[in-house]
């Protein structure tokens, strides 16, 4: 019986307070994994001088049309006028279906191939691809993703079932936010029930688990520890969390800051290996 453990950084690229969490995270032994945006500002300095400081370290795709410029021109289902992407994980949901969905999936198709291509070109073996704000959790997305996975010989996705879990620590639940983010786990498991069966036509592995839903900006140590507490009875599995760890060099900490300390946490670390989980990245 085995239990797999991958703590992913999402967001590597995003920016260089991104891309120095990932180094640090790396060195401590808990971060193994993270998802790459193709678009992101401080793209070049993942590729070319956070990455080759981190072997071993497993790269994903972080596919992205919600945030930043596009890759490609004229997306116009996409992007304004200046080619940045204008829409919110509602509003591709509802055009996933809409009278122009043929002109909105073949745009979204091209630019997913893009990014992929780009991470690709850079000589980067991917390990597994993912999105930004689980866009390709929508269905009609997610079959696009699939294929191009196959496509590109990348075979670990993302899916985004999580088991609703409660940390005692009463205060994080009292907000509007932690209400929100119970809606999303409705959605996102119901779509993985959806989704399971496409990645499997695909042949495409994918984690059973995904903890950073229902404390989505909350995530701490103590909500992977409880999470993966709520998984402790489970066997032969692979359960990933999700974070956005940043550090900024001017010191300016944030939630995102509470996400990195995930990263340096050697509590946390003998905690996941005494609940019979093996750290890993997706080429595991």
């Given at each position: 019986m085995s239990k797999k453990f991958v703590l992913n950084a999402d967001d590597f690229g995003m920016n260089a307070a991104f891309n120095t969490a990932v180094k640090e995270g790396y060195e401590c032994g808990i971060l193994k994994s993270a998802s790459l945006v193709a678009n992101g500002e401080a793209f070049e300095e993942a590729v070319k001088k956070i990455i080759p400081q981190c072997e071993g370290l497993g790269v994903g795709v972080h596919l992205n049309i919600i945030e930043g410029k596009s890759l490609l021109s004229d997306l116009t289902e996409l992007t304004d006028?200046?080619?940045?992407?204008?829409?919110?994980?509602?509003?591709?949901?509802?055009?996933?279906?809409?009278?122009?969905k043929n002109i909105f999936l073949k745009?979204?198709?091209?630019?997913?191939?893009?990014?992929?291509?780009?991470?690709?070109?850079?000589?980067?073996?991917?390990?597994?691809?993912?999105?930004?704000?689980?866009?390709?959790?929508?269905?009609?997305?997610?079959?696009?993703?699939?294929?191009?996975?196959?496509?590109?010989?990348?075979?670990?996705?993302?899916?985004?079932?999580?088991?609703p879990y409660i940390v005692p620590e009463i205060t994080i639940h009292l907000n509007k936010a932690y209400f929100i983010n119970i809606i999303k786990i409705i959605l996102l498991d119901s779509f993985t029930i959806i989704n399971k069966?496409?990645?499997?036509?695909?042949h495409l592995s994918t984690n059973d688990y995904l903890l950073g839903v229902g404390y989505t900006s909350m995530?701490?140590?103590?909500?992977?520890?409880?999470?993966?507490?709520?998984?402790?009875?489970?066997?032969d599995i692979t359960a990933e969390a999700l974070i956005h760890p940043c550090r900024y060099e001017d010191g300016t900490i944030d939630?995102?800051?509470?996400?990195?300390?995930?990263?340096?946490?050697e509590k946390l670390k003998n905690k996941i290996e005494e609940l019979g989980f093996e750290i890993v990245n997706y080429n595991k």
């Open positions: 006028s200046n080619g940045n992407f204008n829409n919110s994980y509602i509003k591709l949901l509802i055009k996933s279906y809409g009278s122009k745009q979204i198709e091209d630019e997913f191939r893009a990014q992929i291509e780009k991470i690709r070109n850079t000589g980067i073996k991917i390990t597994h691809i993912d999105s930004h704000v689980h866009t390709h959790s929508i269905p009609e997305i997610f079959k696009i993703v699939c294929k191009l996975a196959n496509e590109y010989n990348i075979t670990q996705i993302r899916t985004q079932f999580e088991k069966p496409v990645a499997k036509k695909y995530m701490t140590s103590l909500t992977v520890a409880y999470g993966l507490e709520a998984l402790k009875d489970k066997n939630n995102h800051f509470d996400e990195y300390k995930i990263t340096r946490n």
